[in-house]
Nanobody
């Protein structure tokens, strides 16, 4: 069983930065891809970013491209989401997720991910 635990959320002013972390346990972290999703109040959960097992391939939602960076440290079993130039519309609960193996066929779809963390709240004030 895979356990994913997010941390690093909080309250930040617009234009500020936060770095989210997701610590994984339960299997060989370096063998699978990882993703970040978010869910704002009253909205469906949406894709934010994904990264291959090696870190060599990354994918981003258009809404965060150029502002967010996904990375991973396989030695620490941790994936990160560096969020810069935050906007009020980035306010959401952020979830990390893992598929059973490599990147899902469609990285933006929730159905491709089998394991989810409990989420961490990010609030951006204007």
């Amino acid at each position: 069983q895979v356990q994913l635990v997010e941390s690093g959320g909080g309250l930040v002013q617009a234009g500020g930065s936060l770095r989210l972390s997701c610590a994984a346990s339960g299997r060989t972290f370096s063998s699978y891809a990882m993703g970040w999703f978010r869910q704002a109040p009253g909205k469906e959960r949406e894709f934010v970013a994904a990264i291959s097992w090696s870190g060599g391939s990354t994918y981003y939602a258009d809404s965060v491209k150029g502002r967010f960076t996904i990375s991973r440290d396989n030695a620490k079993n941790t994936v990160y989401l560096q969020m810069n130039s935050l906007k009020p519309e980035d306010t959401a609960v952020y979830y990390c997720a893992a598929p059973s193996g490599g990147l899902p066929p469609v990285v933006t779809r929730e159905i491709g991910y089998d394991y989810w963390g409990q989420g961490t709240q990010v609030t951006v004030s204007s």
